[in-house]
């Protein structure tokens, strides 16, 4: 899709969207005033609305933009367990999420040593790595 296929209704929104982003950045595009974080998520707002309405010109609807550094969640497969992660964008492109230290990706017969006796275990997990697991009565 392109500019000349696009409807009427797209053409307007997407001009709608440029005219609230630009209203909303000339504020900090004329000073060397820093927003302040509320006043960034306000413009960030509508950088996504912008981007989201070039998307369906450009055929690519359903993408996103991600800052780097920006906190992100990442979850296993069925969408649970959430742990926040920190976004890596090089180049304009997401190339990964870094986890914290203390969490770690462990698959499925991963085998680590394991310490102490009973029916409880717990992780071991060093820079994230889980490096292994203590077992304990409770």
Same mark, same amino acid.
């Given at each position: 899709m392109s500019l000349?296929?696009?409807?009427?209704?797209?053409?307007?929104?997407l001009r709608d969207k440029a005219s609230t982003l630009a209203s909303l950045s000339q504020t900090y595009a004329e000073s060397a005033r820093t927003p302040t974080a509320a006043e960034a998520a306000i413009v960030q707002t509508a950088i996504?609305?912008?981007s989201a309405a070039i998307a369906v010109i450009n055929g690519t609807s359903g993408a996103a933009s991600?800052?780097?550094?920006?906190?992100?969640?990442?979850?296993? %497969?069925?969408?649970?367990?959430?742990? +926040?992660?920190? &976004?890596? !964008? /090089? %180049?304009g492109?997401?190339?990964?999420? +870094?986890?914290? &230290?203390? !969490? /770690?990706l462990v698959d499925n017969g991963d085998k680590v040593a394991a310490t102490g006796t009973g029916a409880f275990?717990?992780?071991v997990i060093a820079n994230g790595v889980l490096t292994g697991v203590t077992l304990s009565a409770s």
């Open positions: 000349l296929t696009v409807t009427a209704a797209q053409r307007q929104t996504d609305a912008m991600v800052a780097n550094g920006a906190t992100v969640a990442v979850r296993n %497969s069925a969408g649970a367990d959430s742990h +926040n992660g920190t &976004a890596v !964008v /090089a %180049s492109s997401l190339t990964g999420v +870094n986890l914290a &230290a203390t !969490v /770690a275990a717990t992780a």
